[in-house]
C-alpha cells in the first residue's frame, strides 16, 4: 500500500468498498441524503485512529458489516477531506444492524453502481474500481 500522503487543509479519512465473492457491491444511502449524497461508500474521518481502522469501524457503523480489508484502491481528494478508500470483504454482521448515519444497506451488481452513487466525488472511485474489479 501506497505512503498516505494527506492534502494541506482537508482532513485526513478513510472507506471501503465492500465486494462479494460474486461481484456484488455494498453501498449505503446516508440519513437524510446528508451531504447531498443519494448512495456512498462507507467512510469517515481518522480522528486518533489509523487509517485502516478507521475504514472498518466506518463499515460496521454505516452498513452494520463486519469487514477484512483486502487491500488498497484509491486515494482521493473529497469534499472536505483526502480519504484513502480499501477494498474489503464481509465477514460477517447484518445490514439490520446499520448505525443511526445510515437510512439504507444496498447490496447492488456493480453494473448498478453509477445509477445510485451519483455525487461528483465518488466518480473516480467507481471507474477505479470498475479497472480493478474488471
Request: net charge neutral.
Amino acid at each position: 500500500e501506497p505512503i498516505f500522503e494527506p492534502m494541506a487543509g482537508k482532513k485526513s479519512a478513510a472507506g471501503v468498498v465492500l465486494v462479494e465473492p460474486d461481484g456484488r457491491v455494498w453501498a449505503f444511502a446516508p440519513s437524510n441524503a446528508y451531504g447531498a449524497y443519494k448512495a456512498t461508500f462507507p467512510k469517515g474521518q481518522a480522528d486518533g485512529l489509523s487509517l485502516k481502522a478507521t475504514a472498518i469501524k466506518e463499515a460496521l457503523e454505516e452498513t452494520g458489516l463486519k469487514v477484512e480489508l483486502t487491500g488498497f484502491l484509491i486515494d482521493i481528494s473529497r469534499t472536505t477531506s483526502f480519504t484513502r478508500f480499501y477494498l474489503a470483504r464481509r465477514t460477517g454482521g447484518n445490514p439490520a444492524d446499520m448505525g443511526w448515519e445510515a437510512q439504507a444497506v444496498m447490496l447492488m451488481p456493480k453494473h448498478l453502481l453509477a445509477t445510485h452513487l451519483t455525487a461528483h466525488t465518488d466518480a473516480p472511485i467507481l471507474d477505479h474500481l470498475i479497472k480493478t474489479l474488471g
